[in-house]
Structures are given as structure tokens and as C-alpha cells.
């Protein structure tokens, strides 16, 4: 009896060590989006939940990644947070780089470079552990997901349809986050709602 | 740092100038070299040629070789992830025409969670190119290659370098020479067209691929990995599990962003790679499959190398030390099994009533411990055999073959008579008995390993759960090691008792009270020969039993007939030897013949049913489970053998109480239960998807379709599983 005892405390404990991590939502289409709480270059702590009922943005970025130059030095993406901005939409940046790694700012420098660049994001999200990124599998800068008043996931992939660092190429790309946001805006389906990110790889802690 | 990096770091730069300046200095570089080479500070660029000259109208090869600096990688035609693909820009003269860049096998990248797919170090992109019928011997045939990438470590560079290449014309009868030796080399790093008709089905988690034939070995520690070419076909970094079929291999993809519908066709390199002495050798095939609505397949994955570190395993990982460890104590532990425990305090007994020299004493313990681990030696090849094989085995497979169980039975019953009294078996068996006057039976004390060992297999300790399992997953030689462990484990008390004659004076004088509790352990042998014939039952039917039954009694007839004429004449002797003999003969061949008939007319849902509360559970199976998950259903899952003391004395204990019962029924769980006692290839997998290779194994899936399974101990209180439950 004492054998089977001392068996079952030696059993539970390592099984206890074995138990699988609980499970995370994943970042799918037509789903609710994963839900975060995270702090912001300004200071405050900004959770999905505070922004039900607004169409919101997530825009993974990179200063220093040649893809993110492009699209910031051209003015595409700034240009497109101002419009979205406009219409009530809530754009936020998001930076994963780890400390120590490729465009890791921070905060105050994560704001003075979007007045620099002509940037104007509602918020910037400093997720330097990564939680974030790795919740939605962000792999890109740039990296884009479009959530809708609901909750629901109904974009996510690249910001446009040529996947290339140079600003020659803007012109005859399909600005997919653009067609999305107006598609949402006129009450239509996103028509393409998901497409392949492209960029440098998010520099995650590893 | 470079001046092209600097400025790429400088972010407030247009990335217009930027460009244009990097695209300045480099063609500055390429015209200084003058030649078809171009370098950044991340990669050397040159192009070459299969020619050294051209004739009108040939098709020649030209190649862009890279050389990337260390930890700095290009990509492939997918770069999976993130990344980007080279692409090369041709001017060529009119008339010329350039094919598409031939890919060398990619390589895979794992930077944190992403994945990507590229070179490192070297590689040359091949292109075929036609060459004008309107040039003319004398003149010449220049190509220039505008060449964009991307080259990251952990940054990521986009470079654009322009190289160019000048080939003379020459008349037809001259030769074209041997041109660059990357080309022929590159040419060795290309997929070929893929050999097997392989077959693409629809799975719920994605694309399962088959391909027809003896791919790989079983049990082959070659890594497969499949490239989509497309992205988001399939996920990049997802695991691919894999299946050695006897006629088939089996990889499982997982759906990407982008998953294919039936019908529309997967693209993709499918590249095998091999240890061979000198590094690793990859081979790559070329896939085009069209995706056919699925066939239910399910994949344990049998690959060693992507066990290890899995993101969705939910075996348990154990170190080989640890593994040897618990297969150690595992072993000490069977001493105690009810089946090991008669045998060997008889053997125990045997130092106390014959004081013979300390050396023949630690001969006895060492021929014992021999015969102890050269059983286990045995049982751990026929394993390595049986996998290698192909068949699904795991821990107590033996007990999975009626025939061995109704000899371990007889053998069982044996040596209860023996023990009883009714038999004296001369030295050579099991050194009970009469061998305990044997002064020199090292041969005796051999065999009573071997004894020990076989008795012992049934009576699994949980602790040898998953040093099992560890070891069936690892190569022959880890198997054996952990064979071995387990087998010294048990050889141990016994070992050290023979060895320190101190250890002995713990134990009570001999006298009268011997020969006494020597009958009374002939009973716990009668149990445990009941039991089987149990087992039996499940196995093979009623029928079996009859013949199992019959055959104890001529053994009990043979017994007797040895014993009374074993102080007789030789003649006598030599009559009764003759008739056991052939008795023995007629019982295994009868036993045999019998027992191979019945076991084949009995059906495998003739499962143990433990009284107690009425039947709540269904039978086991692939097909129920994964319906019941995709709904979202709870389940709890019961995998057990009739065989297996463990389990049933878990389900009398625990599952088979009303509180669970009720437990169960309230949280809608469904209670499925797979019975092991004879081979069931669904249940093995399902052991092995948790690291087992023998039951019991309990798992409770908790409600939500992607919930993660929780595997409970392996041995039960109503309390653990209530437990469980009500954390769900």
C-alpha cells in the first residue's frame, strides 16, 4: 500500500511536469482576433476589447527594414494612416523587435520617427516580448491584419500585391489593405483576405 | 560597416536615392572588374557559362553563382515566410531567349518562429538560354543579367548587382569547350523528376502526401521535408509526420494561409536527406500532385530528429540518463511483482541454507544476473526486429499472442507444482526445488534469470512506461541500453545479496518454516496461471480455454508420472522419460494448432468489462475520436489490455465507480476505451502519439476543437479523475 502510494506521488508529479501548455487562439479569418493588452509609446495600456465596435488595424513595423523604408520614405503607408484615420478607423504600429535587435526603438524615439516620416498612427503598440506578434504569427515587416467592428478577423497579409523593396514598384501594385479597408467601408466582403505578407522577418526574442 | 548598410540604416533617407545611389556604386564595382563578377558585402555574384564559346542556334547554360558570407542566407523560388526570391532581369540579344531559373533544393531556416527557405554559403541559379540562328562565326553573343535579392542574417538587405558575360561565336565543327565547373556542379543540386506515382489527399489539418514503394527504411533516421512552391499551400514551418509503411511513405502536411482545394495541384520539392559519412547527402524530387478528396489517415510521427523540440508533441521527453534511471528502478521494482517474488526468495532462501564459500555465492548472483540480462538482450533484439519490420509494437507485445500466453500459463502452473511439491525439476530448470541442494548449478541460477525475466514481463511498472516508450522511439543501441538497465534492475537485490554476506543476516534462519512458505508461494503461481487463462479467454475464446485447461492436467499427469519413477530403475526412468517427452510434444504442438484456430474466430471488442456500474463506454476508434474532437466534445480515453494488471485494477479503482461514472455523464464527456489485448495497429499509434509504447495510458481531451489532451497518471484514484474533470 505504502509502494503504491509512494508510486502515485512520484507519478503526479512527473506527469504534472509533462502537461501540455494551454492552448492559444490562433489569428484565422472569420474568427474573433486573439486579444491583447499591451502598452503603448505613449504610456497607456491598450487591450483589443476597449476597441470593439472600431475597425482596427495592426501594422507590424521595422524602421530599419528596407521594406518598411519603402513604403514609409514613399509616403504609401503613411498616406493610407491618414486616410484610414480619418474615417474613424484605429491604426496602430506595432513593434516586435526584441531588445538588441533591428528596429528596436524606444518609445519616445518609436514616436519621433513617425513625425519625422510624416507617420500618424493612432497608437504604437511596444510588444518588445514578442506576445503579440507570435499570437497572430506576425513573420513580416510590413505586416497588416484588419479587424472589423465585431471582433472578427477580416485581413491579414501583405500591404500590396509586389513583393519587392523598390518604390517603382508602388504604382502598379494593388494596394490590398486600401481595397480591404474600402470594401469594409461599403459594407462588402473583403475580396482578398488573406495574402502573402512580405518583408523582413520580425526580430523576436528568441 | 559598410556604406550600403550605413545608408540602409538610415531610415529617414528616401528610398529612391537610396537605390539609385547602391545601384550606382555597384555598377562602378562591376566595371572596374570588367567582368561577370559583382560583389556586396554580403555576396560575391559572378555568371558563368556550360561554354566557353557558342555556335548559332545552341541552347547553353548560364549560371548565377552567389557566394554568401556565413550566417547570411538568399532564398528560394518560395522564401517561405518572409523573404524574398532572387529574380534575374536577361538582356539579350534579339532572337535569344532565356528559360526560368533552374532551383538548386532549398534549405531550411528557422529564425525564431518563422521559417524560411533559401541558401547559405553557395549556390548557383541555372538558366537555359537560346542563342540566336542569326549570329555569325567572328561576331559574339553578350548576355547581361540584371540581378535583384535579398540577403538577411538578422537583418534583411535587398541588393541589385548587373553582370555580364561576352561569348565568342565560333563555326559549327568547333568545340564549345567545357565551360564553368559550377554549372555541372549546380546540376547535381537540382530535383529530379520524381520516380513515384505519389498521391496527394485532402486531410482535415491539410495535404497528406503518398508515395507508393520502399522510399525509406523503417525506422530510417533520414530527414524528409516537403517545399511547397507556391506560398501558403502549406504552412512553412509546421511539422510533416511522417509514416514507413511497409508499401508506403506517408508525409502529413499542415495547410497554410493559402490551402489548395480539390482538385487544383501541389507543387513542391520533395527533399530527402541522409547522414552518410562525409556530411549529409540531399536528394530532391520534383512534385506535382493534384489534391484528391481525403482518404482517414492518420500519421504518428516516426521521425526521430523532429520528435525532438516538437511544438505540438505531447510525448514526454526523456533523457537517455533519465531513461536509464527509471528503467533501473523499474527494474528493482518487479522484484516485488507477485509472479517475481516466489522465485526469487527461493533463491534467496537457497544462500541461507547452504553456506557455501563467498565465491560460489557471487557466482551464483553474477550467472543469475547473466541469465537475467541475456533474457532482456533477446527480448530487446526481437523488438529491434519487429520494428524494423514494420510491425506496431510496443511493451508486453508478447502477451498480444495467445500462444505465448497460454505457455507462460503452463509454465506458470509448472512450477506451482513444483513448488507444491507434486514435481521435483532437476537443476536445470528454475533451480527450485531440488536444485537448491545443487552445489554447482550456475547453469540452475542462469536459468532462473531467465525465469524471472519472462515472469516479470506481464507485471509492468509503471515506472517502465516511459523508459519504454523512450526507448522504442531511439535507435537499436539506446533500446538495448535501456533494456539492459531495466534487466540489471532486476537482477539487483539479488546481486547484492550474493554478493555481501552481511545483507544475508536480515534474513530469518533457515528451518521447517521453508519448505512451508516454499508451498504456500505455489499459490500466488496457480493465481497467476488462472489469470492467463483468463486472458485467454479474451483472446481466444471458451474454446481455448477447454484446451488450455486440458493441457494443465497432463501437465499435472506428466509431473506425476516423472516423480514417481524418478527413484526407480533406469529402465523405469528411461519409460517415463520417453512418455513425458511425448507428452510434453503432444501438449505444445496440440496447444498450438488449437490455440491458432481460435484466436482468429474471436473479435476484438470482447473487451474486459470491470463490474461495478453498467456499461458507459464505447470502443475506441480513429474514426469516433476525431468526430467527437471536431464537434468539440470532451473525451476521455482508456486504453488497457486484458493482460495488463495496471489497468484493471485502475478501472475497478477508479473508472468503474459510480462518482466517476457520474462525473463523466454530467460533463458530457464521452468515455472511449481501446482494448491493447490483442494487436491493434490504431491503438499503438495512439500510444506512440503520447511517447507510450504500452497501456495503460489514460487522456482526457478537454471541450474546445483545439484543446490540447491531458494525460493522466498512470495509475488511478477516483480522486485524480475527478479532478481532472473538474478543472475542464
Not at chain 2, 528560394?76 to 529574380?87: F, L, Q, R, V
Amino acid at each position: 500500500m505504502l509502494l503504491r502510494r509512494l508510486l502515485n506521488v512520484a507519478i503526479c508529479g512527473a506527469s504534472l511536469a509533462f502537461l501540455p501548455m494551454a492552448a492559444q487562439a490562433a489569428a484565422d479569418i472569420g474568427k474573433a482576433a486573439p486579444a491583447f493588452s499591451v502598452k503603448t509609446a505613449t504610456g497607456e495600456t491598450l487591450s483589443l476589447d476597449s476597441l470593439k465596435g472600431k475597425t482596427v488595424v495592426l501594422e507590424w513595423t521595422n524602421n530599419e527594414c528596407p521594406y518598411v523604408v519603402k513604403h514609409y520614405g514613399s509616403g504609401n503607408i503613411p498616406n493610407l494612416q491618414k486616410e484610414a484615420t480619418a474615417q474613424g478607423i484605429v491604426w496602430l504600429q506595432v513593434i516586435s523587435s526584441a531588445p538588441g535587435t533591428q528596429g528596436h526603438v524606444d518609445a519616445q524615439t518609436a514616436l519621433k520617427l513617425n513625425t519625422d516620416r510624416g507617420a500618424a498612427p493612432s497608437k504604437v503598440l511596444l510588444d518588445y516580448d514578442g506576445k503579440v506578434g507570435k499570437q497572430y504569427d506576425a513573420q513580416t515587416t510590413p505586416h497588416l491584419f484588419i479587424i472589423n467592428p465585431e471582433g472578427v478577423l477580416v485581413y491579414k497579409g501583405g500591404i500590396d500585391s509586389i513583393a519587392t523593396a523598390k518604390v517603382e514598384d508602388l504604382a502598379k501594385a494593388d494596394n490590398y489593405v486600401k481595397l480591404a479597408l474600402g470594401e469594409l467601408a461599403s459594407g462588402k466582403k473583403v475580396s482578398h483576405a488573406v495574402t502573402k505578407p512580405y518583408g523582413c522577418s520580425i526580430k523576436y526574442a528568441s | 560597416m559598410s556604406l550600403i548598410e550605413h545608408m540602409l540604416k538610415r531610415s529617414d533617407m528616401g528610398f529612391r536615392y537610396l537605390a539609385s545611389v547602391l545601384f550606382l556604386l555597384l555598377m562602378v564595382s562591376a566595371n572596374a572588374y570588367a567582368a561577370s563578377e559583382a560583389a556586396t558585402d554580403q555576396v560575391k555574384a559572378r555568371l558563368v557559362a556550360s561554354v566557353e564559346s557558342v555556335h548559332a542556334g545552341d541552347e547553353i547554360t548560364v549560371g548565377i553563382n552567389q557566394r554568401i558570407i556565413p550566417h547570411w542566407h538568399t532564398y528560394w523560388i518560395n522564401p517561405g515566410d518572409s523573404g524574398m526570391a532572387t529574380s534575374i532581369a536577361w538582356t539579350l540579344p534579339a532572337g535569344a531567349e532565356a528559360g526560368d531559373i533552374q532551383w538548386p533544393i532549398p534549405h531550411k531556416f528557422n529564425v525564431g518562429p518563422i521559417t524560411n527557405y533559401g541558401y547559405a554559403d553557395e549556390v548557383t541559379l541555372l538558366t537555359n538560354i537560346r542563342v540566336p540562328e542569326s549570329l555569325k562565326p567572328g561576331e559574339s553573343f553578350p548576355v547581361k543579367a540584371l540581378v535583384n535579392w535579398l540577403v538577411c542574417d538578422d537583418v534583411c538587405i535587398p541588393q541589385e548587382v548587373e553582370l555580364t558575360l561576352s561569348l565568342p561565336v565560333v563555326d559549327a565543327g568547333v568545340d564549345g569547350g567545357k565551360g564553368s565547373e559550377l554549372i555541372a556542379k549546380a546540376r547535381e543540386q537540382l530535383p529530379v523528376e520524381s520516380p513515384w506515382q505519389v498521391s496527394a489527399y485532402e486531410q482535415k489539418q491539410g495535404p497528406l502526401l503518398k508515395i507508393p514503394g520502399k522510399v525509406l527504411e523503417p525506422g530510417s533516421t533520414a530527414e524528409v521535408w516537403f517545399f511547397p512552391e507556391e506560398w501558403g499551400r502549406v504552412s512553412h514551418k509546421s511539422r510533416q509526420p511522417r509514416r514507413i509503411d511497409s508499401d508506403a511513405f506517408l508525409l502529413q502536411l499542415t495547410a497554410g494561409d493559402n490551402p489548395l482545394a480539390a482538385g487544383e495541384s501541389l507543387k513542391g520539392v520533395l527533399v530527402i536527406s541522409k547522414q552518410i559519412s562525409t556530411g549529409v547527402l540531399a536528394q530532391g524530387y520534383q512534385l506535382e500532385v493534384k489534391l484528391e478528396p481525403g482518404i482517414a489517415e492518420s500519421i504518428v510521427d516516426e521521425d526521430p530528429a523532429q520528435l525532438e523540440g516538437a511544438d505540438t508533441s505531447t510525448g514526454e521527453d526523456i533523457s537517455l540518463y533519465s531513461a536509464l534511471l527509471f528503467a533501473l528502478l523499474g527494474g528493482v521494482i518487479l522484484n516485488l511483482m507477485p509472479c517475481v517474488f516466489p522465485v526469487l526468495s527461493i533463491k534467496a532462501l537457497s544462500l541461507l541454507q547452504h553456506k557455501q564459500s563467498q565465491h560460489h555465492t557471487r557466482l551464483h548472483g553474477w550467472a543469475y544476473t547473466a541469465g537475467v540480462l541475456a533474457s532482456f538482450v533477446l527480448l530487446g533484439l526481437v523488438l529491434i526486429g519487429l520494428k524494423s519490420a514494420g510491425s506496431q509494437v510496443g511493451w508486453g507485445f508478447q502477451f498480444q499472442s495467445p500462444i505465448f500466453v497460454v505457455l507462460v500459463a503452463y509454465l506458470m502452473f509448472t512450477v506451482g507444482l513444483s513448488l507444491s511439491g507434486v514435481l521435483t525439476i532437476g537443476s536445470s530448470f528454475a533451480g527450485v526445488g531440488s536444485s537448491l541442494a545443487d552445489k554447482s548449478g550456475y547453469s540452475g541460477s542462469f536459468f532462473t534469470g531467465v525465469l524471472a525475466t519472462i515472469v516479470a514481463t506481464p507485471c509492468t511498472a509503471p515506472f517502465m512506461g516511459g523508459a519504454l516508450g523512450y526507448a522504442l522511439t531511439q535507435p537499436a543501441v539506446v533500446l538495448l541500453a535501456v533494456f539492459l538497465s531495466l534487466g540489471f534492475g532486476l537482477a539487483l537485490p539479488y546481486l547484492l545479496l550474493s554478493h555481501w554476506p552481511s545483507l544475508q543476516r536480515f534474513l530469518p534462519k533457515p528451518g521447517i518454516w521453508m519448505e512451508r512458505f516454499k508451498q504456500v508461494l505455489a499459490f500466488p503461481m496457480y493465481a497467476a496461471a488462472v489469470w492467463l487463462v483468463w486472458v485467454l479467454a479474451q483472446q481466444a475464446g471458451p474454446n481455448a480455454v477447454a484446451l488450455a485447461l486440458a493441457g494443465m492436467v497432463l501437465i499435472a499427469l506428466l509431473a506425476w508420472i516423472y516423480e514417481i519413477t524418478r527413484h526407480g530403475s533406469n529402465k523405469k526412468r528411461y519409460a517415463a522419460n520417453t512418455v513425458s517427452l511425448l507428452g510434453l510434444l503432444v501438449l505444445l504442438y496440440g496447444s498450438y494448432s488449437g490455440i491458432q484456430l481460435f484466436a482468429g474466430s474471436v473479435s476484438t471488442a470482447n473487451t474486459a468489462s470491470a463490474a461495478g456500474v453498467e456499461k458507459n463506454w464505447e470502443a475506441y476508434s480513429e474514426q469516433r475520436l476525431g468526430d467527437l474532437r471536431d464537434e468539440g466534445k470532451p473525451v476521455f480515453i482508456n486504453l488497457t489490455a486484458a493482460w495488463c494488471i495496471t489497468c484493471l485494477v485502475n478501472e475497478q479503482v477508479a473508472l468503474s465507480q459510480q462518482s466517476v461514472a457520474d462525473a463523466f455523464s454530467k460533463s458530457g464527456i464521452t468515455y472511449l476505451k481501446g482494448d491493447w489485448t490483442n494487436q491493434d495497429k490504431q491503438i499503438t499509434q495512439l500510444l506512440k502519439q503520447f511517447g507510450r509504447s504500452g497501456v495503460p495510458l489514460y487522456i482526457l481531451y478537454p471541450p474546445g476543437k483545439d484543446a490540447k489532451p491531458q494525460v493522466l497518471p498512470q495509475i488511478l484514484t477516483p480522486e485524480i479523475v475527478l479532478n481532472a474533470v473538474q478543472k475542464l
